[in-house]
């Protein structure tokens, strides 16, 4: 926490923020252009907002990627000012196969997020492929059903919510899954990828999503930090964690 208060205090460190909350992916020279300094500065200032967990990157080619990572912020918010909410719903990934299946290395994701989840890599492999786990932690839907390779998701009425497809499995290490929005008609598919590294007593967890429309990228990139901390603080009490939006509650 003290990492994170650090970086929020510098004006620049702020400014680079509000620039990738803009345009998320931005590489070094294209976040240069927002400061008056040199390119080492802002690397300086960047690896101060990497340590502290509000940025994480992404190499593509000789190109780093720089993306916001809302889930510090978020569970710092939850802890002071957010009550915890234990309801019923869940949440998900849509469908679509594509630059997942080959390309996935020549392209950007338009939204990644990282969190670290005091847990074995078997409970975080369990709790992102299996039904029954979604529906304990996911923002949005009571019911979550699996039908071979495919998650549906409903939402407390009855409604379908959500499809994700899974597309290629790495055991316990990497799932790529379609994310095929039913909330509202016309949201083309996109494509998500979830990551996951042991580190000594906690697993690190990557979020990847590719293709996103933009007219819906700001309710993603917050559907995404419900998600997370729920799964978060499901893994790590035991108690399912429903962090709804105040439109929901």
Known sequence: MDALFK???????????DSLRSTDGQTLQQ????LDMTRFG???????????GLITTKKVGRFKHHYLNALPLQEAIDRWIEPLLV???????????SKLEGHETMTKPDFVMQTYIRCTQ????????????????????????RDGDTLHFQT????????????????????????EPKWAPGVPVSQIVYLIAVEGPFCALTLEHYNIPPAAADGIADGWARTLSGLKTWLETGESAKFLSPQVQ
């Open 122 to 145: 078997d409970a975080l492999w369990a709790a992102l492929t299996e039904a029954s786990a979604h529906a304990a932690y996911n923002f949005m839907c009571q019911d979550v059903r």
């Open 7 to 17: 970086a929020l205090s510098d004006p620049a460190r702020r400014i680079l923020l």
């Open 87 to 97: 309801k019923p719903a869940a949440r998900a990934v849509l469908d679509l196969k």
């Open 31 to 34: 976040l240069q252009g927002q």
């Open 156 to 179: 407390p009425d009855g409604n379908e919510m959500l499809v994700c497809r899974e597309t290629a499995l790495d055991p316990k290490t990497r799932i790529a899954s379609t994310f």
């Open 42 to 52: 802002v690397m300086k200032h960047l690896g101060v907002l990497e340590e502290a």
